[in-house]
């Protein structure tokens, strides 16, 4: 439905801060592939990448795979969010690719994967979006 | 083991921004109350609090929890965090109360319920958390 | 709506095995209390009750706490559970209080914590369930 | 470390029911392929797979996977599991590949596709395992 510059165009209009945090490497299908660009307001103590940052990325990363989807078509929002850290991400860009495993009339579920900058795999997630009626 | 107050103290110098985004409240045995303060930039399209917002507080309670029963041991890592959005949040204040459920040798587990500004129920998460050995 | 006997009338005639399985303690408001009488083959290795024993209970409490407040109103149907197993639990009966967190017109969340023979808190969940048009 | 048979041998001593519920496909580095044959009682009303069905072998598969690797070093006990139910299965065999995201020293974490009958995913789940001391 959406491209990538045409999801941005949309975001830097109803969501700037979105867009400035994540940007659309590639959109596939049911997947799409972002980076988020280094920041030191990232960092917590120890110099990792905080919680909050992946977990913004994952909602993130698949709320713009549902505008690729479906159109700008007023507001999906999210239910559910199940995260797994698993390893202490570098400090650097991080890479996210999303993957919709369901695309129903009121619900849909993907699963992200988390990449640091030195590619290792740091966390796993799955979101449930609800959707408008369309 | 530390007070509100020494918690905030311990923040200040080493994580600032965990201090100046959420307010201790209350401290109460497996306990805390916590408050975080509206700022425009928690806004998300639509007028609501943004998920990041919540999941960050979530995160952010059960940490100040466990400085608050187990002192400046070193850094507790979060494993694991699910949360659940209920409804969506009204444009404000909102509040977190944690509970601890679990403090074992390795893992700490704990659940969260967040209200927002007219006190609706407006999220439930659990988050784990790995502790450094004591 | 329906009381616990009515209940379980109800599921003698729908779904025996859920009525086999799991027992209505009380019901208050938005809350249920559930008793599982141990059965030989809920043990894993070790002599500690099963996790899948756990999670059908937290799954279980929460469908009759929906037939409480809805009635035999069709299948609501589970679209996401997340549990935590808190502690290894006695052999012996199990006891759960489920509590409603959100009925709404699509879905219903609920919370459920879980405790042993000697009433130790051994597990903690969260249930979503899609409920049919009313 | 163990292959399918070695599993399935040391299995039928120590978890006859594990065994008898879930047959190994195929194992490969670090994944695993399991297949759960049809019977009766995993219905539900509306004649669908139930949710405990399906909790219970994204557990079990991902149980089964930290054998391949780790062989039969004492209890392996699950601390978290978090399951979407995406569509209705059909009745008939069910399917799961199981795939781990982590073996660190104390934690390990997995992911499961399960996909039912006719080949349609009905669930994806994430799993944690406390790991004893190697």
């Known amino acids: 439905m959406m491209s990538a510059s045409e999801i941005e165009a949309f975001l830097v209009e109803h969501f700037p801060a979105a867009v ?13 592939d972002c980076l988020v660009p ?5 960092l917590r103590p120890g110099g990792t990448l905080s919680g909050p940052t992946l977990m913004t990325l994952a909602d993130t990363a698949l709320y713009f795979l549902l505008l690729a989807k479906l159109g ?5 929002v999210t239910t559910h969010l199940d995260i ?12 996210a690719t999303g993957r919709l495993l369901k695309l129903g009339k009121q619900l849909a579920v993907g699963e992200v994967h988390i990449k640091d900058a030195e ?16």
Not at 72 to 76: N, Q, R, T
Not at 125 to 134: C, E, H, I
């Open 20 to 32: 400035s945090f994540c940007k659309i490497s590639a959109i596939r299908d049911d997947e799409i």
């Open 38 to 42: 280094f920041r030191e307001e990232f």
């Open 72 to 76: 700008p078509v007023g507001l999906a």
């Open 84 to 95: 797994n850290f698993l390893r202490k991400p570098a400090a650097g860009d991080v890479r």
């Open 119 to 134: 590619g290792k795999l740091v966390a796993q997630a799955s979101v449930t979006y609800s959707l408008p009626p369309r």
